[in-house]
């Protein structure tokens, strides 16, 4: 429900649900490796359906806050993997992409909710899990 908000109050690029669909499991622990494994009571991950664009809206709510600690950091790590570094390019492989992987990404948590958050409205996005927990 917190994703159709998102999509309703805000512009986002056309996005693939990766975890309604069990044909796009592998996709999703291509990109997200390990969050299948963690114990999640919900999921969503949702990504850009052209990969020039910057979009992108990963939620988690894990069964415990060890598990919130790694999705966060899977979350992280798929931006840093977006993002590239000195030696090599990033996945986004653009160099407008990469730079917007690399200044419109924020990973966010509220004890087991984790939320990852890319594009020209994931500042709007925060926004809106912080006002979850208000």
């Not at 999703?28 to 052209?50: F, H, M, N, R, T």
Request: glycine residues 8%; hydrophobic residues 45%.
């Amino acid at each position: 429900a917190f994703y159709d908000t998102l999509r309703a109050e805000n512009t986002w690029p056309e996005l693939m649900n990766l975890t309604e669909d069990p044909t796009m499991t592998e996709l999703l622990d291509s990109y997200y490796p390990g969050l299948s494994e963690l114990a999640a009571k919900q999921c969503g991950v949702y990504i850009a359906a052209i990969s020039a664009a910057v979009g992108e809206i990963a939620l988690v709510e894990t069964e415990n806050a060890g598990d919130a600690q790694k999705a966060a950091e899977i979350f992280q790590a798929r931006i840093d993997y977006q993002v590239g570094d000195d030696a090599n390019p990033g996945g986004a492989w653009y160099p407008e992409t990469i730079e917007g992987w690399k200044t419109l990404s924020h990973v966010v948590s509220n004890g087991n909710f984790v939320m990852l958050a890319v594009g020209d409205s994931a500042a709007a996005a925060v926004e809106s899990f912080e006002n979850l927990f208000a």
